[in-house]
């Protein structure tokens, strides 16, 4: 082999540069964009910073400022009755977890019987459409009423007995009609051929539910059964009604001892705490649907 006939590629000088570099004109669009972004930022700041002072002012110059200021803003009364709020508050924490995980499990039965096509299950269908016209159109005030006071009436053997367990059992059975019909609105919302294609691959229809159906489904409606789940959260303060001493209940037992409504800013405050970051975690999923919605679209 001759080395020197042997022919050995050499890279080139320089690498050409592949990099976009942006014009002038789009460099200048840019700082354009981001000037006008923060000069709208800083309007929108100004104009909710006046208009608060605006409206607090108004309050203050109200003839009844002074009364409102003893009955509802009394800063040692808050504080004297905030442990007392903060442990009622807590059974509505308990009560708004374990309200959730039935009503997520009540309502994906009642979604999954509504889409299904079986000729066999059409009692069930026709249960379940009754199920959730009747619940949802009965308020949820007036379902607490009927259930913690009705249900023990009966005086069947294992009826629960408990005020809180009974408000419980309300909400799960008004709020699985709303979550049922989000659940079934998301699981009509996948394509068939989604479906399709998982049964091309082998999967049965058990396998094809869970591992394309449901999650798709469920990926879409996050944000609404978001939104449901802040409302059950605040509806758990319905439950006072029945006598458990749940936040709102003690807000009240405060506020008729001392004859000062403070204490229900309070247990309004502590709801605040709770639903506010929820709101924001909902807004933040819809605003990344419909990004993903757009994307899809421009592909």
């Given at each position: 082999?001759?080395?020197?006939?042997?022919?050995?590629?050499?890279?080139?000088?320089?690498?050409?540069?592949?990099?976009?570099?942006?014009?002038?004109?789009?460099?200048?669009?840019?700082?354009?964009?981001?000037?006008?972004?923060?000069?709208?930022?800083?309007?929108?700041?100004?104009?909710?910073?006046?208009?608060?002072?605006?409206?607090?002012?108004?309050?203050?110059?109200?003839?009844?400022?002074?009364?409102?200021?003893?009955?509802?803003?009394?800063?040692?009364?808050?504080?004297?009755?905030?442990?007392?709020?903060?442990?009622?508050?807590?059974?509505?924490?308990?009560?708004?977890?374990?309200?959730?995980?039935?009503?997520?499990?009540?309502?994906?039965?009642?979604?999954?019987?509504?889409?299904?096509?079986?000729?066999?299950?059409?009692?069930?269908?026709?249960?379940?459409?009754?199920?959730?016209?009747v619940?949802?159109?009965?308020?949820?005030?007036?379902?607490?009423?009927?259930?913690?006071?009705?249900?023990?009436?009966?005086?069947?053997?294992?009826?629960?007995?408990?005020?809180?367990?009974?408000?419980?059992?309300?909400?799960?059975?008004?709020?699985?009609?709303?979550?049922?019909?989000?659940?079934?609105?998301?699981?009509?919302s996948?394509?068939?051929?989604?479906?399709?294609?998982?049964?091309?691959?082998?999967?049965?229809?058990?396998?094809?539910?869970?591992?394309?159906?449901?999650?798709?489904?469920v990926?879409?409606?996050?944000?609404?059964?978001?939104?449901?789940?802040i409302?059950?959260q605040?509806?758990?303060?319905?439950?006072?009604?029945?006598?458990?001493?749940?936040?709102?209940?003690?807000?009240?037992?405060?506020?008729?001892?001392?004859?000062?409504?403070?204490?229900?800013?309070?247990?309004?405050?502590?709801?605040?705490?709770?639903?506010?970051?929820?709101?924001?975690?909902a807004?933040?999923?819809?605003?990344?649907?419909?990004?993903?919605?757009?994307?899809?679209?421009?592909?």
């Amino acid at each position: 082999m001759d080395l020197e006939k042997t022919a050995v590629p050499h890279p080139p000088a320089t690498a050409p540069d592949d990099t976009h570099r942006p014009s002038d004109h789009e460099l200048e669009r840019q700082r354009f964009r981001r000037s006008r972004k923060r000069r709208h930022a800083w309007t929108s700041s100004l104009c909710t910073v006046l208009g608060l002072v605006a409206l607090g002012a108004a309050a203050v110059a109200s003839p009844g400022w002074e009364r409102v200021d003893s009955l509802f803003l009394d800063g040692a009364e808050l504080r004297a009755a905030f442990p007392e709020l903060l442990r009622g508050f807590w059974l509505n924490i308990q009560m708004f977890l374990i309200a959730e995980v039935l009503i997520l499990v009540l309502g994906l039965l009642i979604a999954l019987v509504r889409v299904s096509r079986a000729p066999g299950l059409q009692p069930l269908r026709l249960a379940a459409a009754v199920y959730v016209d009747v619940f949802r159109g009965v308020p949820t005030l007036l379902l607490v009423f009927l259930i913690g006071f009705g249900l023990p009436a009966l005086q069947l053997q294992g009826t629960p007995s408990e005020p809180w367990v009974l408000g419980v059992i309300a909400l799960v059975l008004s709020y699985a009609a709303y979550v049922g019909e989000v659940l079934r609105a998301g699981l009509n919302s996948v394509h068939p051929a989604q479906r399709n294609a998982a049964r091309a691959l082998g999967l049965n229809e058990r396998q094809t539910l869970r591992h394309v159906v449901l999650p798709q489904a469920v990926r879409n409606v996050l944000p609404p059964l978001l939104n449901d789940f802040i409302a059950l959260q605040k509806d758990t303060a319905l439950v006072a009604v029945l006598g458990p001493l749940e936040v709102l209940r003690a807000a009240q037992i405060k506020a008729d001892y001392d004859f000062n409504y403070t204490p229900y800013l309070g247990a309004a405050l502590l709801f605040l705490a709770v639903t506010i970051p929820l709101t924001r975690f909902a807004d933040r999923l819809q605003r990344r649907a419909a990004r993903r919605t757009w994307a899809g679209a421009d592909r």
